[in-house]
């Protein structure tokens, strides 16, 4: 039976090698009962269309305009959409997935976050969208903690995640 990750199995997740989690901005805080908060590392506006196909190799994503931070690391947001990048390079084993949902502040601020299944096996800095529904806009700060990552233990270990988005986004 598949199981959600408590904090102590977290714990010893991020003490392996490769860690389930690095890059992180404060461990204390992040750690959460049941996940690890992922953080803002970055913000872009979509800048073209994109295309996604029967065959990936003609899968085309849209180009990318990133956002400047203002001097105290903030950035205004009027209502749209945009793709983020978190601070965390996440490493799952080939026997746990992870799933995220914004936090709640964040939807009480009238801006979700859409994200797609983190496959076991993956490793990378990953990408999600970003939905500002307030139609007077949203101040965001780099490096605020925006969506909480749950892992999930699968009933066994599988082949793994090697698809085109493996080991993205790390420098």
Not at 14 to 28: A, M, R, W
Not at 77 to 90: D, K, Q
Request: aromatic share 8%; glycine share 8%.
């Amino acid at each position: 039976m598949a199981a959600i990750l408590s904090k102590q199995d977290i714990q010893r997740l991020l003490q392996q090698e490769p860690p389930l989690v690095e890059g992180y901005v404060n461990l204390k805080e992040q750690v959460q009962t049941n996940g690890i908060d992922l953080t803002l590392r970055n913000i872009a506006l979509l800048q073209s269309s994109g295309k996604i196909a029967t065959m990936d190799s003609h899968r085309l994503v849209s180009d990318l305009a990133p956002l400047v931070f203002d001097g105290l690391g903030f950035v205004d947001l009027m209502p749209g959409a945009y793709i983020i990048t978190y601070n965390e390079i996440v490493h799952l084993p080939k026997n746990i997935m992870a799933l995220a949902t914004p936090r709640s502040s964040l939807l009480r601020c009238g801006v979700t976050i859409n994200t797609a299944v983190w496959d076991a096996g993956y490793s990378g800095r990953s990408q999600s969208l970003m939905v500002v529904y307030n139609p007077q806009g949203f101040r965001l700060q780099r490096n605020a903690r925006i969506v909480q990552l749950v892992f999930l233990e699968l009933t066994g270990e599988t082949e793994g995640y090697h698809g085109a988005y493996q080991g993205e986004n790390i420098d």
